[in-house]
């Protein structure tokens, strides 16, 4: 099942005041950025998180999963928890670095 336009609408709105939120269609599931850095991945409206040490203990009781097949694991973030969403963007958007640009070949 592919994430819903509304669940992505969603968490876009649960984590709104953290920096300027946007998401981008990817492979048919969905990557947020905050300030134009990758945070969240949505995918079968499951919203997942790089397992960081920087995170580590706020999400030391947050289940894992694999987002897609071949995936490492990632925490899964309760996004109903607006308290806990907002804390963990906020860790991870300092040490997230900007994605690279994509040189084009001649």
């Known amino acids: ?63 894992i999963g694999f987002p897609y097949p071949g995936a490492k694991e990632h925490y899964i973030i309760d996004i109903d928890n607006i308290a806990l969403s907002k804390e963990v963007v906020g860790i991870l958007e300092p040490v997230t670095p900007l994605p690279k640009s994509a040189k084009k070949k001649k």
């Open 1 to 63: 099942m592919a994430t819903t336009a509304d669940f992505i609408e969603y968490v876009c709105e649960q984590i709104s005041g953290v920096g300027v939120v946007r998401y981008r269609k990817m492979f048919g599931e969905y990557m947020v950025y905050v300030n134009d850095k990758p945070i969240l991945l949505v995918c079968d409206n499951t919203v997942f998180v790089k397992r960081l040490d920087c995170i580590a203990e706020t999400m030391k009781h947050a289940e």
